[in-house]
């Protein structure tokens, strides 16, 4: 549409939040950064309204966001006749209940991952926003890192020969301190698996994507370091207190996940993650290995990746390339190398992706398929926790992304 200069008029999209945690804050500022850094998909997202039960938690959206109305209540949200996209962001139990709300509502969602407390709920999860015929996205922030982009091009192109193999390691601290709240990452019921949801639905993910090629056998062992922590007192998210005579209730899911695999292109892989890993901050990395290099990236140096080329002598080894206007998306954020992106301009990026499969109908962002296969994977390796035995993975089903 052209207003009457002759310029492209954008085109407004109503988006409702469910849930305004710490996810439900970062989809907001990713809407509110498109115009922005995508002006050429001339689409304006209008925040219109937020649900959450916590009221200090949608008045702070209202104030900070500019959400116009605010609702303790979910289904206000897809009932919202302004709603035209929705961002689920409720902590993974709730998941499978809003995400077909929201397909029976014939609303395009943008859901976090992972997509539920289990596979079967992934499951139903994909098989719903299918029927509806809906597209969709999913929080697998890590792939949308200009320099993962460009890995996987230069997979793509050869530039490490054929891969071989690949190590992926998700190791974190954010549960390092055993005095930390038993919050609802560590229920069963509340969260499913612990870092095999959490963490390395993450690492799969992006091993998938690197390689184009789906993890079809696993075999797994899992750890629970800390056993018990003390029950959440006041606040909520990361901001929920303890208090000194709070009494100690059971984490019910792992710390600790160590799976190999073996995906169905030959490659074969190690993926290991941790929750409470004394020094590790975000040490999210990926290492994939060649018969003609090899190429790494860590998300706490998300502008750059590590590459080596084939040895014509001794002499060789990782060379450091940073991020710039040839690496993904990257121009759109900065003009040159070395001013880096953040974790919030990713997470602007799944967002331009969410906008532009709903505006075009065409299932560009990670697809509720891409969530279903990480939790079959995950599932795989519970599995193979059980019995000591390797555990063959389904073949995905329906708009995968990871292998375009
Ligand atoms: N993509 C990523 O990198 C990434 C990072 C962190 C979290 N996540 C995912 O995002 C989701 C949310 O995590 P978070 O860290 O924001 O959690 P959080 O605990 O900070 O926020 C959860 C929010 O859900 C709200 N909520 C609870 N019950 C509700 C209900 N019935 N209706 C509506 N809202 C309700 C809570 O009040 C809270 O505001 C999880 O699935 C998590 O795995 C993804």
Same mark, same amino acid.
């Given at each position: 549409m052209t207003n009457s200069h002759g310029a492209l008029t954008p085109r407004r999209l109503g988006i409702?939040? +469910? !849930?305004?945690?710490? *996810?439900?804050?970062?989809h907001s500022r990713a809407y509110l950064a498109v115009p922005d850094k995508y002006a050429d998909l001339g689409v304006i997202p209008e925040l219109v309204i937020v649900a959450d039960p916590v009221k200090a938690n949608t008045d702070a959206a209202r104030r900070q966001f500019g959400y116009r109305e605010a609702?303790?209540?979910?289904?206000?949200?897809?009932? =919202?006749?302004? /709603?035209?996209?929705? !961002? %689920?962001?409720?902590?993974?139990?709730? =998941?499978?209940?809003?995400?077909?709300?929201?397909?029976? $509502?014939?609303?395009?969602f943008w859901i976090e991952k992972p997509m539920g407390v289990s596979a079967a709920q992934a499951a139903d999860v994909a098989q719903v926003a299918d029927a509806?015929?809906?597209?969709?996205?999913v929080g697998f922030t890590y792939r949308q890192a200009p320099a993962v982009e460009y890995a996987k091009k230069l997979i793509a192109e050869g530039a490490i020969g054929r891969v071989t193999n690949i190590h992926c390691k998700f190791d974190a601290d954010y549960s390092a301190d055993p005095r930390g709240a038993r919050t609802w990452r560590f229920e069963l019921a509340k969260a499913g698996a612990g870092v095999l949801g959490d963490l390395l639905s993450h690492g799969f993910d992006l091993a998938q994507y690197l390689v184009g090629s789906p993890v079809s056998a696993v075999s797994a062992m899992t750890e629970t370091f800390v056993k018990e922590r003390p029950e959440?007192?006041?606040?909520?998210? =990361?901001?929920? #207190? /303890? @208090?000194?005579d709070a009494r100690l209730l059971p984490v019910e899911n792992e710390d600790y996940a160590a799976v190999l695999a073996r995906f169905a292109s030959g490659v074969v892989a190690t993926f290991e993650s941790t929750r409470v890993g004394v020094g590790s901050r975000c040490d999210y990395g990926v290492q994939v290995h060649g018969t003609a290099g090899a190429i790494g990236w860590n998300f706490e140096r998300l502008n750059e990746i590590a590459i080596c080329s084939a040895p014509s002598s001794r002499d060789y080894g990782y060379a450091r390339e940073l991020s710039d206007h040839r690496f993904g998306d990257f121009a759109r954020f900065?003009?040159?190398?070395? *001013?880096?992106? @953040?974790?919030?301009?990713?997470?602007? +990026?799944?967002? $331009?992706?969410? %906008? #532009?499969? &709903?505006?075009?109908?065409?299932?560009?962002?990670?697809?509720?398929?891409?969530?279903?296969?990480?939790?079959? %994977?995950?599932?795989? $390796?519970?599995? @193979? /926790?059980? !019995?000591? $035995?390797? &555990?063959?993975?389904?073949a995905p089903t329906g708009k995968t992304t990871f292998d375009r």
């Open positions: 409702g939040l +469910i !849930s305004a945690g710490w *996810m439900g804050r970062l609702t303790a209540d979910y289904r206000d949200v897809l009932a =919202h006749p302004a /709603v035209q996209a929705v !961002s %689920i962001c409720a902590p993974n139990y709730l =998941h499978r209940e809003f995400a077909l709300a929201a397909a029976g $509502a014939g609303k395009p509806a015929g809906l597209v969709t996205a959440p007192g006041a606040g909520t998210g =990361h901001g929920v #207190q /303890v @208090s000194d900065q003009p040159g190398a070395g *001013m880096g992106l @953040s974790f919030d301009d990713l997470k602007t +990026i799944e967002g $331009a992706r969410f %906008i #532009q499969s &709903v505006t075009s109908g065409s299932q560009l962002a990670p697809s509720v398929a891409d969530a279903l296969a990480t939790s079959q %994977i995950a599932a795989a $390796a519970q599995q @193979s /926790v059980k !019995s000591g $035995a390797w &555990v063959s993975v389904p």
